[in-house]
């Protein structure tokens, strides 16, 4: 099975220009006129200008630089994609950008991110590990905890108090 991976820090040349930047991703066999032709068609495809091709890679936004780390993997024709924080660095625009390009793959992906709004948005089933939904747990019974002290502290009348089972309700 062939996987690529996009890492945290995505990498992308700096001193090539958006053309070389995608050349550099196609196999070697395949002419070079080729692959000039697959990139001019998939430079508008990622939201470039046709006169964006001959631009350096520096000279674009982290979120633009991102676009292109992950069509370089695209290129590369995996099976499966590993993503870590794929949203790291981005505004707005290119997050709500990613999801759409995401939404629309039927490639087997693995994402990792903290940005819960784009995991819902992009992914058919969202993995939690056991320690963390015991910790999310704990962490809404010290919550529920801290406001009834509050609202007892503060004069409140409720009759009968029912407290939380670990204190012995």
Known sequence: MK???LSQ????SMSRTVKEE???AFKEEMEITKKLEKIQKLIPGLGFLPEDADRLVASFSGGWQMRMSLRNIQLQDPELLLLDE???HLDLDTIEWLEGYFQK????MVIISHDRAF???CVPKLWKPRWL???HSKQKETESTKDLIARLGAGEN???VQLPKRLGG
């Open 86 to 88: 794929p949203t790291n």
């Open 22 to 24: 995608f050349m550099g």
């Open 105 to 108: 793959k039927e490639m087997p």
């Open 119 to 121: 995991l819902i948005s």
């Open 9 to 12: 820090e995505f990498e992308v």
């Open 3 to 5: 996987v690529t991976f």
């Open 158 to 160: 409720f009759g009968r």
């Open 133 to 135: 939904l015991e910790e």
